[in-house]
């Protein structure tokens, strides 16, 4: 079967396997890299191997992942970065949802700052911050939107009906929750978002736990394919959906490799089936 490896959002292509940047940064998503100079080279490795889609956010670091991008990228040519805002960051590991208006306003015009841009390719509300009316929170987003402060807008970590609230008031491009082979909590919301034409960006796209383990079903699988158990994961998400748009992180440019790998890899029926039975 033929495979897209390409997504159209808000009149803006991009290739399917993107990059996902909240690893280079600290321990805890806190601070600095240990090694700086490395995570740059991954970044520009990524667009010279054909990435044009790298998602980030403000809490990464905080602000360190979107500095290192800038640093790295800017100017981005016809590579488009997904930013994300909604999470006070108090220390190492610990992530506060604050959806006030007024705060994330002030997000998007920090991460324009920090990008280097006139306009956020892409802005996700990082979560629904449950203190806040969620129509306040999207509607801000669409004012965001209508401004032209960003060209795009998506959610992050919510329901099918959290999304259609979300629609009710602005137009939504892209939603980001958790699915890999293994997790499949978000299978209602990919149908969803396939049925709607919305961009599904899984964050952990990578199976991990005992089906992976060494020795594993996914493990044999993969052996028997002559690629990894991240290379098998990228590739039965590319065609588990032609909206989904995985975002493998890493902090290594060998890690980075391997991963991108995953866009040559094809899955003949019986492989694919069998990998969807393992995880469900």
């Known amino acids: 079967m033929s495979i897209p490896t390409t997504f159209t959002y808000a009149k803006q292509t991009v290739n399917r396997l993107g990059y996902g940047a909240m690893r280079i940064t600290g321990t805890g998503v806190w601070g600095y890299p240990q090694d700086r100079q490395e995570c740059l080279a991954v970044l520009r490795r990524a667009v010279e191997l054909g990435v044009d889609f790298i998602d980030t956010a403000d809490s990464y670091g905080p602000n360190v992942s979107e500095e290192l ?38 997000q998007c015009e ?5 990008l280097g841009q006139d306009s956020l390719d892409l802005f996700q509300l990082h979560r629904i911050d449950p203190t806040v009316p969620s129509d ?22 919510v329901s099918v009906n959290e999304i259609k609230d979300a629609q009710r008031v602005v137009a939504i491009s892209t939603v980001q929750n958790q699915y890999n082979v293994t997790n499949r909590q978000s299978e209602e919301v990919l149908n969803y978002c396939q049925e709607q034409g919305i961009g599904f960006i899984p964050w952990f796209p990578i199976a991990a736990g005992d089906l992976a383990r060494s020795g594993g079903p996914l493990h044999t699988l993969a052996s028997a394919q002559g690629v990894t158990v ?13 909206v989904m748009m995985p975002i493998p992180g890493t902090s290594k440019v060998a890690h980075l490799e391997e991963n991108l790998g995953a866009a040559h890899v094809t899955l003949d029926d019986a492989t694919f089936d069998a990998i969807g039975a393992i995880g469900a």
């Not at 306040?136 to 959610?155: N, R």
Request: aromatic residues 8%.
């Open 230 to 242: 991240a290379q098998l994961s990228l590739a039965w998400l590319l065609r588990r959906s032609p």
């Open 136 to 157: 306040e929170q999207f509607g801000l987003l669409k004012a965001l939107l209508d401004e032209g402060k960003v060209q795009a807008v998506g959610l992050s970590e």
């Open 110 to 114: 920090m991460s324009l700052r920090r």
């Open 69 to 106: 991008i800038a640093q790295a990228l800017h100017p981005y040519g016809n590579v488009k970065i997904a930013t994300k805002a909604g999470f006070l960051r108090p220390g190492p590991d610990v992530w506060v949802p604050c959806g006030r208006p007024d705060y994330l306003r002030q």
